[in-house]
């Protein structure tokens, strides 16, 4: 491919995030994108005709439910003459997809494009997320953190901070412990007909919004941040078997179960786009979730929010206040291994321009928004101002870790989203109970493997384009 810009197409803005590819050089490419409705999709596939006006590559995208993709994902991976050239990829997923074989390895050509890519700006974690084995074979669309949004307009309310402090004995303010947090979940649930920042509630009012589905695991990814937040981990580093059973798992499940009282009554089904309904809605008086649907809570097309109050932002709770090392995650582009030459070519200049830093700027400055990546566009104080998420994002990543990124993450999903729904439920006595079973039932799948594999799966060396 060749590193120049068409001089007739100087000037836009698609142009300088696609600037290798010269026009007309993909004439006759057709790419399909495997996607789902993610806003790192939703934003690009109106826009999509500009790539084939810059480079004559044609580009559909298919969008699909997120529970079932990544079986869509290596079924097309499988396959001698797939449907599919182009993947979006849930950070978790790079461990099967990478053991696999399933995606291109883009190590080579991100090194290759680095200063095109602008690869120094990207925050570093958002880039290790897509790694496997110190490989690159995602890249980055749409960064993301676990982190906290909350109702500012109702906090900085003085009747609700009076009637707080009078009756919790300390100041009304975002969480930084769980015991705060689950407080304030206390506080802010209402019935229709009670008060609320001086108005008469017509409908209920709920202290907070969690996902507790069993359905492809949206249980588990709200727990697995809650677990780090107490310091706890996925895996045994001298055997490589389940230690999410352990004391900061069971204070993690013990937290969502205690908020269950103050969610909507239909928790157990909540998923994430419906969990965070809630938030946009206005209905809600706080609620973790990931970064990537936060871009909505500004925008008035999104969300009734924008309009009838203030969202604001915070980093998660920890145990003790201090500070967390955050769980970060990346919603990524990746290219089917077994697509041809000529499509891989062209599906790399895709990535290139649809997740570049001139593309995201574009998207920032028009308001729509993605869950941001790029250091210089984070630290913009006029788009702080206007996304004021954007600190939270940039000063929580430089003590990031990465998602739980191994071969088992489907089965992990699977067995702890049925064991902790069942807990939350009430159908499993004690966190202890039901995180043992899931760890009984993850170790009898592993043991099967040599302790060296088991280890090699669970290591996270530093990716090889930081080399």
């Known amino acids: 491919m060749k590193h120049v810009k068409s001089a007739l197409l100087a000037g836009s803005v698609a142009v300088a995030a696609c600037g290798s590819a010269w026009a007309g050089e993909f004439d006759g490419i057709e790419l399909k994108m495997l996607g789902i409705g993610d806003t790192s999709v939703t934003r690009l596939a109106p826009i999509v005709d500009e790539f084939e006006e810059l480079t004559g590559a044609k580009v559909q995208i298919d969008m699909f439910p997120y529970p079932g993709l990544i079986d869509k994902i290596v079924i097309e991976a499988s396959a001698n003459r797939p449907s599919y050239q182009l993947m979006w990829v849930d950070s978790p ?57 909350y109702r500012k307009d109702l906090f900085g309310h003085p009747d609700e901070q009076a009637a707080f402090k009078d009756r919790y004995g300390y100041d009304l303010a975002p969480a930084k412990t769980w015991q705060q947090y689950i407080d304030i979940a206390e506080f802010f649930t209402r019935k229709a007909g009670e ?55 069971v204070k993690a499940a013990e937290v969502m179960k205690r908020l269950v009282p103050f969610n909507p009554p239909d928790y157990l089904g909540l998923m994430w786009d419906i969990r965070t309904g809630y938030m946009e809605r206005g209905e809600v008086a706080q609620s973790g979730y990931w970064s990537v649907r936060t871009v909505r809570l500004t925008n008035p ?51 290139k321009w649809g997740t570049s830093r001139d593309m995201m700027r574009r998207f920032a400055n028009e308001g729509s928004g993605v869950s941001q990546f790029h250091k210089s566009i984070l630290s913009d104080p006029e788009l702080q101002e206007r996304y004021p998420y954007y600190q939270v994002l940039l000063e929580t990543q430089d003590t990031a870790k990465r998602r739980i990124f191994h071969p088992f993450y489907a089965d992990v999903e699977e067995v702890f989203g049925v064991e902790l729904n069942k807990y939350v439920a009430g159908e499993t006595d004690s966190a202890q109970e039901a995180l043992t079973n899931g760890c009984t039932k993850i170790n009898t799948r592993l043991k099967v493997f040599p302790l060296e594999m088991r280890l090699r799966w669970i290591a996270d060396p530093k990716a090889d384009i930081f080399n």
């Open 195 to 249: 008060t609320l920042a001086g108005q008469t509630l017509e409908k209920d009012f709920y202290g907070n919004a969690q996902a507790y589905s069993r359905v492809a695991g949206a249980i588990t990814h709200d727990f697995f941040p809650i677990m780090r937040s107490f310091g706890g981990q996925y895996w045994d580093d001298e055997t490589g078997l389940c230690a999410i059973d352990r004391e900061a798992g």
């Open 93 to 149: 997923w790079v461990g099967v997809l990478g053991e696999s074989g399933a995606l291109e390895d883009l190590t080579d050509w991100v090194i290759r494009d680095a200063e095109e890519l602008h690869l120094d700006d990207i925050i570093p974690i958002q880039l290790q997320e897509n790694t496997w084995q110190g490989r690159l074979i995602a890249f980055p669309a749409a960064g993301m953190i676990w982190h906290v949004n």
């Open 301 to 351: 097309e999104e969300a009734v929010l924008p309009t009838i109050g203030e969202a604001g932002y915070q980093p998660s709770p920890t145990e003790d206040g201090g500070p967390m090392e955050t769980m970060t995650g990346a919603l990524s582009f990746g290219i089917n291994s077994k697509a041809s030459d000529r499509e891989k070519e062209a599906a790399w200049e895709f990535i």
